[in-house]
């Protein structure tokens, strides 16, 4: 699976009753042919994506897209890959939150 395909398919992925309560707005930032901008909006029990960064996000993730791919294959740790540089989030505690839910660990 592609980045892109990853997050376009993140609305039929993620369990609806796992967002209860939850809301959030993340911007991707993700370089390469598999790559692109996206916005990942979780509120109102549901995830929705645009193309674009859109609206102001509560985390910014940057990536390319050969590290998400190694990522959501379970071939790169999140922190590791965090500390090395590979993923840049600009609010963790953020992404934390989310990060199981959205598939992203």
């Known amino acids: 699976m592609t980045a892109k395909e990853f997050i376009l398919n993140l609305p039929n992925r993620v369990n609806p009753a796992a ?4 809301d959030s707005n993340f911007h991707f930032d993700i370089s390469g042919p598999n790559g692109g901008q996206f916005t990942v909006v979780v509120g109102g029990g549901e995830v929705n994506v645009e193309s674009g960064l859109i609206g ?6 940057s990536v390319s897209d050969a590290n998400l791919e190694a990522l959501i294959s ?9 500390m090395m540089g590979k993923i840049k989030v600009s609010n963790t505690t953020e992404m934390m939150k989310y990060a ?3 598939g992203l660990l």
């Open 74 to 82: 379970g071939k790169l740790n999140p922190m590791m890959a965090m």
């Open 100 to 102: 199981k839910i959205l």
């Open 56 to 61: 102001d996000p509560k985390c910014t993730v």
């Open 19 to 22: 967002l209860t309560d939850l």
